[in-house]
């Protein structure tokens, strides 16, 4: 009988374990508290009448290094679900197409998926762990529980088993994304732009990515520094103070925007990674991976969740 494997969180590291899992016989089922895949690589949709805008606020663009993760995006380009993107300072960068979360919508498919259902804890009875919801719902027994959650999020859902615990003391950058959607026309002169000496560390113009809606999209990232001193800051005024630092660095300015929106990354980007590629606690049937194992984006993601497939798949679990 095959092994039933429950993951929680449909990021990068959730999607590529759970469409390598299934391909190889496991019975998969994917727990993602958001209405939606991605995680930190998504996208935020608006809808004003009849049109609807998408805009990437999280992971902007994908740098590829190694052999393994060239294979899956060959193939994902040959799926037209990816472009390659030139982009100065890097060599070998794609974008998903027509927006970011088109990389793991497209690894989701076939998968057995419960969005909106977020897990609040595990409890093992005879050979099964059990997941359940914070009402005490049951959601199913599993041989096997994998967290792709961030590292505070995975110490929580795994309190009480030990090789968890010095997660809870894993610290990840906080950032905030203002969103601003706008009917203006307006030259930059860039597509992307690195912001110093400013709260702000990046500003991006999600319009000129390939594939996009052309209405004028911009995307401005706060540094990790300004993020955490003001980590409590409403976001009402992040928003303001992020628009008055883009009219200082670019003279774009609109008063009546389409949609403004800021959104607070709390588990942002790795501080440090644990240069491990996942934990994997036998005796309890419970393992994690996520980009905080080998670094801080979407590639590392993608090798930590594959080396624990690969251990999965090697040992029939
Ligand atoms: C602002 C920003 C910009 C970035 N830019 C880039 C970039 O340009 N290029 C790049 O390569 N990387 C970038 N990154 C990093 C990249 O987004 C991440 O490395 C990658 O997306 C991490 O994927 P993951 O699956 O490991 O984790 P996540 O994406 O965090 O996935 C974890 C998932 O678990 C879900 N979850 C958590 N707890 C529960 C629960 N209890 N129950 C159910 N579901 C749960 C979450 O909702 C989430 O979907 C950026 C990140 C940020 C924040």
Redesign the pocket.
Known sequence: MSKKIAI????????NLASRLSSNGFEVTV????RG??????SRRFSDGDKTYTID???????VETKEFQTLINELEQAGIVDKFTKLGTQNTYVPVPAMNAFTKYLMSNINSKYE????HVIKKDDLNFLYDDKGNRLGGFDLVI????PK?TAE?FRGYEKFEFLSKVEMKV?F?VMLISSKNFDFGFSEMNVQDSMLNWIGINSQKPKRDKTLGIIL?TNFKWSLENAEMDRVEITNLALKELEIQTGFKDENPIYLACHR?L????LEPLNTDFIFDKENSLAC????ML???????FL??SRLADQLIKNSY
């Open positions: 929680i969180g449909a990021g990068v590291s959730g999607v727990f993602e508290k958001a895949p991605g995680g930190r690589a998504s606020h999280g992971a902007q663009y994908i740098d259902v977020q897990v609040h967290s792709t959650a961030p999020q859902l950032h994304a990232h990354w588990y942002g980007r790795t991976c996520g980009d905080y670094g801080d984006n979407i590639e590392a993601a930590s969740s």
